[in-house]
């Protein structure tokens, strides 16, 4: 069972950047999934995730209108298009996943990706 995150990297504020997670070992239609952050001297803060029962979405309010979210589960695979960044986006940014129908809460979390570093500068 294997999260894989990809996607970082270094961009200046304004730019994009697509993160992806595949998922192998198991199949994403049975697991809620989602992209939690964690930024230096910070906690883990959950940013987005989508429910495997109806689709629905979830955006912590300080990426919402910037990121979104969609998963492909025929390719196994979540991928998170975070626009607009901004500095205070930097973190390094985890896929996680919950045996669970519906949203992930950080409290299900059965696994967890390796991370991927997301930096913003200018």
């Known amino acids: 069972v294997q999260l894989q995150a990809s996607g970082g990297g270094l961009v200046q504020p304004g730019e994009s950047l697509r993160l992806s997670c595949s998922a192998s070992?198991?199949?994403?239609?049975?697991?809620?999934i989602g992209w939690f952050r964690q930024a230096p001297g910070k906690g883990r803060e959950e940013v987005s995730c989508?429910?495997?029962?109806?689709?629905?979405?979830y955006y912590v309010d300080s990426v919402k209108g910037r990121f979104t979210i969609s998963r492909d589960i025929a390719k196994n695979r979540v991928d998170l298009q975070m626009n607009s960044l901004k500095p205070e986006d930097t973190a390094v940014y985890y896929c996680?996943?919950?045996?669970?129908?519906?949203?992930?809460?950080?409290?299900?979390?059965?696994?967890w990706g390796q991370g991927t570093q997301v930096t913003v500068s200018s």
């Open positions: 070992g198991f199949s994403l239609a049975y697991y809620a």
């Open positions: 989508i429910s495997n029962s109806d689709g629905s979405t």
């Open positions: 996680a996943a919950a045996r669970k129908m519906g949203l992930l809460r950080v409290v299900d979390v059965d696994y």
